[in-house]
Every structure is written in structure tokens, then in C-alpha cells.
T-cell receptor, first 114, second 115 residues
Framework: DQQVKQNSPSLSVQEGRISILNCDYT??????FLWYKKYPAEGPTFLIS?????DKNEDGRFTVFLNKSAKHLSLHIVPSQPGDSAVYFC?????????????FGKGTKLSVIP | KAGVTQTPRYLIKTRGQQVTLSCSPI?????VSWYQQTPGQGLQFLFE???????NKGNFPGRFSGRQFSNSRSEMNVSTLELGDSALYLC??????????????FGPGTRLTVL
């Protein structure tokens, strides 16, 4: 039972255009969401997060949108750069559970074409 | 500030052996979590330690265990290794303060290969 789903295993985007990565979740107790970026042979790098009291959070070229009613979040990267090519993981947590467990999606591999 | 460090980076073991992996969190971080990453299952939560106590455990057999020391450093142990334990083991640290959100910062991982 996958509680966090990233339905697109891969995405290709031209340099300078917008990249949109999507994530769906099923557990309504999740109230904090994060995006990580991962290069091969490295650990995930934290990118941006959003709590359930917000519907948008922005940090430079990265914006995360949260639609609680649809249990959907997305990461927008504008403009996309070749260095953004990596695997992106969506993660969620339930702060009320008293644990810092993160539940991850299986990732989307983004390729930014120069 | 130094990031999360993990040792060793690579490890090769044979079936039936046991292994111990080490993690040093970011200075000031008191929570350490461990995850297993495999191609088929993605990133899966193993356990979390805070103040030397295990706070939560994922759905893994008892062969997987861990501990945390008073300086917040953590170790995980896998006994009676199986081929399916081959994976990248990632450690993540977090502040876990009353006003902090659950932003976890990952180390580079230990790549374990079981032959």
C-alpha cells in the first residue's frame, strides 16, 4: 500500500522551460511535505517543504503547491537548468504521530536537455 | 557546519555475516533516522532514534537493529545478512525541537553488497 505516489518515473524538459513534478498521497494524516533531489551515489538533498496550513511555498526557482482536498502536491522548477537533472523524491510526514518518519514516493527522474 | 557523515561508504559482505554501519549527525541534531534504498522499493524507513531511544520502527525484520549514543551518533546493525539486504543505507538527522519541522538532512549513504 503506497501512501505516497509519484506516477511519472521520468520527465524530460528543455533548458529554460518549466519542470512540473507531481506527487499524490493517500494518508489524510500527513501534514508536512518535502521534496528532495538525489544524484547517483549521493544522499538525498533537501529542496523545499510545505506544511498543510499553506498551499504554496516558494524558494528561488522552486515552488511547491499543495492541494489538500485532492491530496496532491507539485514541484515547479522555473527556469529549468541542466544541473537540475536528478531524481526527485516527494516525502510526507505525520507530525501528530510523534515520529519523524518520512514516507517517500519512488521518485521521478528529471532530465533537463540543453 | 559539517553535514551528516556515514562510514563506511562501501561494504561487501557474504550471506550469514553481520554488519555495523555508523552515522554522525549534524552538530546539534538529536534525531537520527535510517532508511534503506533499493531499486524496487525506493526509500523505506527503518527506524528513528532520539535521545538514545528508538521512537519508531519501520516494517523490517528483527535482524535490523540500531542504537544511539549520548553524543547523538548512531549505529545500525544487520545480522545474518541475506542477498536482499544489498542496498544503499541512508542516515538522516533532524533537530526535532518543539518548533522545528521535520526537515531531515541525509548523509551520503553506505552501499552494502551481500554476496
Amino acid at each position: 500500500d503506497q501512501q505516497v505516489k509519484q506516477n511519472s518515473p521520468s520527465l524530460s524538459v528543455q533548458e529554460g522551460r518549466i519542470s512540473i513534478l507531481n506527487c499524490d498521497y493517500t494518508n489524510s494524516m500527513f501534514d508536512y511535505f518535502l521534496w528532495y533531489k538525489k544524484y547517483p551515489a549521493e544522499g538525498p538533498t533537501f529542496l523545499i517543504s510545505i506544511s498543510s496550513i499553506k498551499d504554496k511555498n516558494e524558494d528561488g526557482r522552486f515552488t511547491v503547491f499543495l492541494n489538500k482536498s485532492a491530496k496532491h502536491l507539485s514541484l515547479h522548477i522555473v527556469p529549468s537548468q541542466p544541473g537540475d537533472s536528478a531524481v526527485y523524491f516527494c516525502a510526507a510526514s505525520d507530525s501528530g504521530a510523534g515520529s519523524y518518519q518520512l514516507t517517500f514516493g519512488k521518485g521521478t527522474k528529471l532530465s533537463v536537455i540543453p | 557546519k559539517a553535514g551528516v557523515t556515514q562510514t563506511p561508504r562501501y561494504l561487501i559482505k557474504t550471506r550469514g555475516q553481520q554488519v555495523t554501519l555508523s552515522c554522525s549527525p549534524i552538530s546539534g541534531h538529536r534525531s537520527v533516522s535510517w532508511y534503506q534504498q533499493t531499486p524496487g522499493q525506493g526509500l523505506q524507513f527503518l527506524f528513528e532514534y532520539f535521545s538514545e531511544t528508538q521512537r519508531n520502527k519501520g516494517n523490517f525484520p528483527g535482524r535490523f537493529s540500531g542504537r544511539q549514543f549520548s553524543n547523538s551518533r548512531s549505529e545500525m546493525n544487520v545480522s545474518t545478512l541475506e542477498l536482499g539486504d544489498s542496498a544503499l543505507y541512508l542516515c538522516a538527522s533532524s533537530l526535532r525541537g518543539p518548533s522545528s519541522y521535520n526537515e531531515q538532512f541525509f548523509g551520503p549513504g553506505t552501499r552494502l553488497t551481500v554476496l
